[in-house]
Structures are given as structure tokens and as C-alpha cells.
């Protein structure tokens, strides 16, 4: 069974950074999924801001709004993968959550693309 686990949230001001990690837990290396990010913030619809396909794809993509501020990548090593998130703002402030699909080269922004979720770390930005 797969288990994702999120971390690095918390509260930063405003045009600070932050790494945001998900950690994958299975018998399988996190390589073998595509992993995307996700975020909800109160009263909001959850959106996706950026995934990573399975190695071998390699795709990334990034949702326009956070096109530039945010960096998305993968540690085979440590079976995490990180969200770099640059020059926060306010509108930033949201749970943030991965999920994971098996075994697909591309990667989706669309939530119901995905089998399996994070519980959430939230990220409170402020002054």
C-alpha cells in the first residue's frame, strides 16, 4: 500500500521560501510513480501547481500562476520528492498536498488523475 507523507509547511512571510517534501512509502522507489502537487486554500477548489512524471518521462509541468516561483524535483535516493517554493505571497497560504499515480511517463494537474494522497502540510503566509 502506498503512503505519501508531507512535510515543510508552516508559516513564512511574505517573500520568503520554503521546501515542501513528500515523502513515498511503498515497496516500489518513488521513481516509479508521477507525483503532483497540489494546493487548497479555505473556500477554494483544490488546483494542481505542479507535477513530475515517472523517470523515464522526466516531464514537469508547472500551473501558470506559479510558473517561475515554484521548482519541482525528485531524490531517488531519499524516495521524496520536493516542492521549492520562491517569493511567497499571501495568495500562497493553502494545505498543500502530493498524490501519486503509478507507472504513468506524464504527470496531470487535474486531481482525479491521481490514486493516492497525502494527508497535507499547510503553508501560512504572513507578516
Known amino acids: 500500500q502506498l503512503q505519501l507523507v508531507e512535510s515543510g509547511g508552516g508559516l513564512v512571510q511574505p517573500g520568503g521560501s520554503l521546501r515542501l517534501s513528500c515523502a513515498v512509502a511503498s515497496g516500489l522507489t518513488v521513481d516509479y510513480y508521477s507525483i503532483g502537487w497540489f494546493r487548497q486554500a479555505p473556500g477554494a477548489e483544490r488546483e494542481g501547481v505542479s507535477c513530475?512524471?515517472?523517470?523515464?518521462?522526466?516531464?514537469?509541468v508547472y500551473a501558470n500562476s506559479v510558473k517561475g516561483r515554484f521548482t519541482i524535483s525528485r531524490d531517488n535516493a531519499r524516495n521524496t520528492v520536493y516542492l521549492q517554493i520562491d517569493r511567497v505571497t499571501p495568495e500562497d497560504t493553502a494545505i498543500y498536498y502530493c498524490?501519486?499515480?503509478?507507472?504513468?511517463?506524464?504527470?496531470?494537474?487535474?486531481?482525479?488523475?491521481?490514486?493516492?494522497w497525502g494527508q497535507g502540510t499547510q503553508v501560512t503566509v504572513s507578516s
Open positions: 513530475v512524471g515517472s523517470s523515464g518521462g522526466g516531464v514537469t
Open positions: 498524490a501519486a499515480r503509478p507507472r504513468q511517463t506524464a504527470c496531470s494537474l487535474t486531481k482525479t488523475w491521481y490514486a493516492y
